[in-house]
Nanobody, 115 residues
Framework: QVQLVQSGGGLVQAGGSLRLSCAAS????????MGWYRQAPGKQRELVAG???????NYADSVKGRFTISRDNAKNTVYLQMNSLEPEDTAVYYC?????????WGQGTQVTVSS
């Protein structure tokens, strides 16, 4: 069994920064993909950023240059540093781990950016 526990998030003013963390535990394969997704009210869940176990990253166009995804493989933890936050970034953020044996989601954390 795999569990993902998220931390971070909260309320911030536009232009501010937040950092999200997601720690995985359980039967973790060394080869995996971890990603951050978000879902705003009335919208579909979308990929924000992802990172392979080898460190290759990808980002949604809307966050390029503002968000940075990173990971610590020794801790099975992925981070999302969010800078220059905009009200449009307001959403529930979820981390996801994809391995050959399945896909696992974190519990979600609210990020609210006030204008």
């Amino acid at each position: 069994q795999v569990q993902l526990v998220q931390s971070g998030g909260g309320l911030v003013q536009a232009g501010g920064s937040l950092r999200l963390s997601c720690a995985a535990s359980g039967s973790i394969f060394s080869s995996n993909y971890m990603g951050w997704y978000r879902q705003a009210p009335g919208k579909q869940r979308e990929l924000v950023a992802g990172i392979t176990s080898g460190g290759r990253t990808n980002y949604a166009d809307s966050v390029k240059g503002r968000f940075t995804i990173s990971r610590d493989n020794a801790k099975n933890t992925v981070y999302l540093q969010m800078n220059s936050l905009e009200p449009e970034d307001t959403a529930v953020y979820y981390c996801k781990m994809t391995m050959i044996v399945g896909t696992y989601w974190g519990q979600g954390t609210q990020v609210t950016v006030s204008s």
